[in-house]
């Protein structure tokens, strides 16, 4: 709070500052049902501050609508699937926390270095195998990421204004068999399999 006095100051702690003032989102990586209730609790209604948890597998789906509640958004992944002892059903944590949370508040991660940037458009596909409608796994991976960071008047979604950032795909990006024909950074040429030799 605001205070007449003065704090000493503490050159360590500078970079919590625009924490605080919102400028950037803390990442949380937090799984589970226990350990993600408690950072919506730390994180949001203790401190107030801008985050979002990552990972967000295994039982925490069923904080879906607390989350909602808080206006939350789950970035979730790499693992997209958890076998309920309870009901002997293989769940897909895409397609709970979708079911609550709708197309614009769930993203998709890699985990990276764990699972290499490069499979990201595997984790939207294994989303989509696993239940989550095909619209929304690619969502998860270009607008609800660039909004989770605050940069979706930047990125995100192909519109007049925004970066030219692009990648063209042989075909359908969550389909495996598909790989990239050319990625534009800027509006110029960053990979192109024909002169780089193919990556992905």
């Given at each position: 709070g605001k205070t007449k006095k003065k704090p000493a100051f503490d050159p360590s702690l500078e970079l919590f500052r625009d924490l605080f003032h919102h400028k950037f989102p803390v990442c949380?990586?937090?799984q589970i049902y226990q350990p993600v209730l408690s950072t919506l609790r730390i994180c949001g209604d203790e401190f107030g501050l801008w985050y979002y948890p990552t990972h967000s597998t295994f039982d925490a789906y069923k904080l879906a609508k607390e989350v909602k509640k808080r206006g939350v958004f789950i970035n979730c992944g790499p693992r997209k699937y958890y076998f309920d002892r309870k009901?002997?059903?293989m769940v897909?944590?895409?397609r709970e926390w979708w079911k609550v949370l709708g197309d614009d508040m769930l993203s998709s991660n890699?985990?990276?270095p764990i699972v290499p940037l490069e499979e990201l458009p595997l984790?939207?596909?294994?989303?989509?195998?696993?239940g989550l409608p095909p619209e929304?796994?690619?969502r998860g991976i270009t607008i609800n990421n660039a909004r989770l960071l605050g940069v979706e008047k930047r990125m995100g979604s192909i519109e007049k204004g925004k970066d030219a950032d692009l990648v063209f795909w042989?075909?359908?990006?969550l389909d495996p068999e598909s790989h990239v024909l050319m990625t534009i950074v800027n509006g110029h040429i960053a990979y192109d399999p024909d002169r780089d030799g193919r990556l992905f």
């Amino acid at each position: 709070g605001k205070t007449k006095k003065k704090p000493a100051f503490d050159p360590s702690l500078e970079l919590f500052r625009d924490l605080f003032h919102h400028k950037f989102p803390v990442c949380v990586h937090t799984q589970i049902y226990q350990p993600v209730l408690s950072t919506l609790r730390i994180c949001g209604d203790e401190f107030g501050l801008w985050y979002y948890p990552t990972h967000s597998t295994f039982d925490a789906y069923k904080l879906a609508k607390e989350v909602k509640k808080r206006g939350v958004f789950i970035n979730c992944g790499p693992r997209k699937y958890y076998f309920d002892r309870k009901t002997w059903e293989m769940v897909g944590f895409d397609r709970e926390w979708w079911k609550v949370l709708g197309d614009d508040m769930l993203s998709s991660n890699t985990d990276a270095p764990i699972v290499p940037l490069e499979e990201l458009p595997l984790q939207a596909a294994m989303a989509s195998r696993l239940g989550l409608p095909p619209e929304a796994a690619i969502r998860g991976i270009t607008i609800n990421n660039a909004r989770l960071l605050g940069v979706e008047k930047r990125m995100g979604s192909i519109e007049k204004g925004k970066d030219a950032d692009l990648v063209f795909w042989t075909g359908d990006p969550l389909d495996p068999e598909s790989h990239v024909l050319m990625t534009i950074v800027n509006g110029h040429i960053a990979y192109d399999p024909d002169r780089d030799g193919r990556l992905f």
